[in-house]
């Protein structure tokens, strides 16, 4: 049982390079999202998807495209890269079941030079 | 300003006391408050879980309490051990909002020996 799997663990992009973070999830969870978070700050919610083909914005989802076409990969993209991009990110997924955990991906380490 | 307060941002503690960390909220109406643990590296991983009704809820040596009236959070650490350092973070689940999970700040801990 992988839970949820997000590749790459580290990545150094330069400036206008484009990449595409992997998130997949064998739970038949519903929900996914992708969260950024950096120093002394929160998770900050990029884009989620409430099932296949339904994707919408969070709270900071400039510079980043998502797409779902099917129910376990959830693929996070960075158009082109800008410092401002330096951060870690996490996968998550979640049932839309009452009151169960949302799982976590190990996180991404993302440098952008 | 985020919706979801966490004190003290950081703190230590020797190995074998006991502390006690704060989350204040602000949104509602809200399904759930789970406290996660975060180690160094890793994405959260759910401690506790306090639904609307309930007051307290423990996991071995954490306890969580909820005070639904005041919109406050606490998560106990008991005994506490090396094994405890990490980041702890508070995360309010919305009753609608597609699932939307909002993210405390985190508290920092670290227990010396």
């Known amino acids: 049982n992988a839970g949820v799997t997000q590749t790459p663990k580290f990545q150094v992009l330069k400036t206008g390079q484009s990449m595409t973070l992997q998130c997949a999830q064998d739970m038949n969870h519903e929900y996914m999202s992708w969260y950024r978070q950096d120093p002394g700050m929160g998770l900050r919610l990029i884009h989620y998807?409430?099932?296949?083909?339904?994707?919408d914005q969070g709270e900071v989802p400039n510079g980043y495209n998502v797409s779902r076409s099917t129910t376990e990969d959830f693929p996070l993209r960075l158009l082109s890269a800008a410092p401002s991009q330096t951060s870690v990110y996490f996968c998550?997924?979640?049932?839309?079941?009452?009151?169960?955990?949302?799982?976590f991906g190990q996180g991404t380490r993302l440098t952008v030079v | 300003k985020n919706q979801v307060e966490q004190s003290p941002q950081s703190l230590i503690i020797l190995e074998g006391k006991n502390c006690t960390l704060q989350?204040?909220?602000?949104?509602?109406?809200?399904?759930?408050l789970r406290w996660y643990k975060q180690d160094t590296g890793r994405g959260p991983v759910s401690l506790t879980i306090m639904t609307f009704s309930e007051n307290t809820k423990s996991n071995g040596r954490y306890t969580a309490t909820l005070d639904a009236d005041t919109k406050q959070s606490s998560l106990h650490i008991t005994a506490s051990q090396l094994s405890d350092s990490a980041s702890y973070i508070c995360v309010v689940r919305l009753k609608a909002a597609g699932n939307k999970l909002t993210f405390g700040g985190g508290t920092r801990v670290l227990v010396k020996p």
């Open positions: 998550a997924s979640l049932s839309t079941a009452m009151n169960t955990e949302a799982f």
């Open positions: 989350c204040n909220y602000t949104v509602s109406p809200f399904s759930n």
């Open positions: 998807s409430v099932g296949a083909g339904i994707t």
